[in-house]
């Protein structure tokens, strides 16, 4: 997904979002040859001990804004591109 959105930012030449997500990798990622930092790094570790929290984890991920933000931009950056 990430690799998507940076192909459609530099086809629409958005160089400035292109550069605030360069400036987003960590000096020892880019070593490691990343060039941009689409999303943002986290991680919550939780034991689901019932099916009642495994449903309301499942239901959290289907549901994230997050997820529905980053659905929004590729369809906006694929508008973009069909401009063009």
């Known amino acids: 997904m990430a690799y998507e959105i940076v192909k459609r930012l ?12 360069e400036a987003g990798v960590k000096a020892k ?4 040859g990343k060039l941009h930092q689409v ?7 939780k034991e689901c001990f ?4 495994i449903i309301q984890k499942s ?13 929004h931009l590729v369809s906006v950056l694929y508008v973009l591109r069909t401009q063009h």
Not at 10 to 21: F, H, S
Not at 29 to 32: H, Q, S, Y
Not at 50 to 53: E, G, L, P, R, Y
Not at 59 to 71: F, T
């Open 10 to 21: 530099e086809l629409v030449v958005k160089t400035t979002l292109l550069e605030k997500l």
């Open 29 to 32: 990622e880019g070593k490691k």
């Open 39 to 45: 999303f943002k790094e986290s991680y919550d570790s």
């Open 50 to 53: 019932n099916q009642n929290f």
């Open 59 to 71: 239901d959290y991920m289907h549901k994230n804004p997050v997820w529905l933000n980053v659905l």
